[in-house]
């Protein structure tokens, strides 16, 4: 994304306390940040490691933000 010129990027992330949700949500902020792209919180979307929870996700990303 951010190679195509993206500023505006979201995360499905995982459920609190799993580490591999938490170690792949810093690093998702440290590449934002390291790109010069602002962190916002309302781009971010908690899920379970699920196909369903995933779509719903990014479902519930596109369905309240405006701002994309």
């Known amino acids: 994304f951010i190679d ?3 500023k505006k990027i979201g995360m499905v ?5 799993n580490w591999t ?3 792949r949500e810093q690093s998702f ?4 940040k ?3 792209i602002e962190i916002r919180e ?9 196909l369903n929870s995933g ?8 369905k309240d933000k ?3």
């Open 29 to 32: 902020r440290a590449t934002l």
């Open 55 to 62: 779509y719903s996700g990014v479902y519930t990303l596109y």
């Open 21 to 23: 949700a938490e170690e």
């Open 13 to 17: 992330r995982g459920e609190k306390g």
């Open 66 to 68: 405006t701002d994309y």
């Open 42 to 50: 309302e781009f971010f979307v908690d899920a379970h490691f699920s």
């Open 4 to 6: 195509n010129g993206h």
């Open 34 to 36: 390291e790109n010069g």
